[in-house]
């Protein structure tokens, strides 16, 4: 449900904000990699979230 409430969202944006989200989630992923190799992240779910998030977005900004 969760997935569909945030395509659902994603898709009312332009493609301009689509990617400034973009390269927020990508900033957001290079962040996240560095403290997992720190060793300051315990949940690497965020990781994965943090991916197919990019995904999505990289999908609607191909449409």
């Known amino acids: 449900m969760k997935r ?4 659902k969202e994603l ?3 332009s493609k301009d904000d689509l990617q400034k989200s973009l390269r927020e989630k990508q900033e957001n ?3 996240f ?3 997992l190799a720190a ?3 315990k949940d690497i ?3 994965r979230t943090s991916r197919r ?3 999505r ?3 609607l900004i191909k449409k």
């Open 39 to 41: 060793g300051k992240i």
């Open 53 to 55: 998030n990019i995904a």
């Open 4 to 7: 569909q409430e945030a395509l």
């Open 45 to 47: 779910r965020q990781i």
């Open 57 to 59: 977005i990289l999908t």
């Open 33 to 35: 990699r560095f403290d």
């Open 11 to 13: 898709s009312k944006l």
């Open 29 to 31: 992923l290079r962040v």
